[in-house]
């Protein structure tokens, strides 16, 4: 059974046909063209512990314009809430329906889905990783560079972050060079750092950690951030502004230290005047979060038609 938790459950070959089918489907959908069967007759539960607006509704739409039926479920919906185990949920939905993509508090939720499913599951986001955004994240920079090797991406903020971690994988399989600029007591955690330079070996991509921005951010052609306090993390609020504003926003004068015409990522939602300024994420001469947000629309039909489709369907 194929899953989706993390980004590194593709190999970077099934990753490129991704995005080569995701420029399929944007092409097709901007000539009109909605609707496919390859999940004609699959069902597919969206199962969310956290809210969401961008993988919540173009998950939906993605299943729908495929032709199947897409299931929405929150947690409180479910037995889960009242204590039914994750074994005995996961038995019992491989029975009904054809796939599980679901946001959750703990990645270790969604490993023991995997392991009880006889079923794909698809990680719409837990604590340690966010690969949907990050597969989008490169199709974005592959549309607008019309390349992904050696681009620079610069990640600055919280390196620990689930949208981090997929952003340094996916990087390191692909062969762009990624620096994360972030307080230590904020880095990427160790094991992902790990495998991000194992990966990056064999794809050519540089991987950095440091702390100054400024210094991080010369010649970088992407200059991306996260919010400072992910879901999850709201009791840290007052301590996590209090180190990172000072030093990890993204304002205009840190982009004119990138020292060449860079472009700004953020997965949104975004907090303007904390992790990052209006007078960035509002210019849409620099600002390419709309067009992520759109293309999340786009990877996710790709990496659905991948995982409970036909890939030839379209
Ligand atoms: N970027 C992203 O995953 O957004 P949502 O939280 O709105 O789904
Ligand atoms: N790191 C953020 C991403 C939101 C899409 C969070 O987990 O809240």
Avoid at 84 to 104: F, K, M, Q, S, W
Avoid at 178 to 197: D, L, M, Q, R
Avoid at 254 to 259: C, D
Avoid at 290 to 305: D, F, G, S
């Amino acid at each position: 059974m194929k899953h989706l938790l993390k980004v590194t459950d593709f190999t970077s070959d099934s990753i490129i046909k991704i995005l080569d089918l995701s420029k399929r489907f944007k092409d097709q959908r901007k000539k009109g063209r909605r609707y496919h069967n390859i999940l004609e007759g699959k069902h597919v539960l969206l199962y969310f512990e956290k809210p969401s607006t961008r993988t919540r509704i173009s998950l939906e739409v993605a299943i729908r314009e495929l032709g199947g039926n897409p299931i929405v479920a929150r947690r409180d919906e479910l037995q889960l809430s009242r204590g039914e185990t994750l074994h005995d949920t996961a038995e019992v939905l491989g029975r009904y329906i054809d796939g599980i993509a679901a946001r959750v508090y703990f990645h270790k939720t969604l490993e023991e889905l995997a392991k009880h499913s006889s079923i794909s599951v698809i990680n719409a986001l837990s604590d340690l990783f966010h690969p949907l955004q990050a597969i989008a994240d490169a199709f974005t920079i592959r549309e607008y560079f019309g390349r992904l090797k050696g681009i620079k991406i610069v990640f600055v903020g919280d390196g620990g972050s689930n949208v981090a971690h997929s952003l340094l994988l996916i990087s390191a399989m692909l062969g762009m060079d990624i620096t994360i600029a972030c307080p230590e007591k904020y880095a990427p955690k160790t094991f992902v750092i790990e495998e991000a330079n194992a990966l990056g070996e064999k794809s050519g991509s540089e991987i950095h950690v440091m702390e100054d921005p400024s210094k991080a951010v010369k010649n970088a052609d992407v200059i991306y951030t996260d919010v400072f306090v992910s879901m999850g993390f709201e009791r840290e609020r007052e301590e996590r502004l209090k180190v990172f504003i000072p030093r990890y926003q993204v304002t205009r004068t840190l982009l004119k230290k990138a020292g060449k015409r860079v472009v700004f990522m953020h997965c949104l939602p975004a907090h303007r005047g904390e992790e990052v300024l209006a007078e960035v994420i509002d210019d849409p001469a620099i600002s390419l979060v709309y067009e992520q947000a759109e293309n999340r629309l786009h990877t996710a039909k790709a990496v659905l038609a991948c995982l409970l489709g036909d890939w030839n369907g379209i």
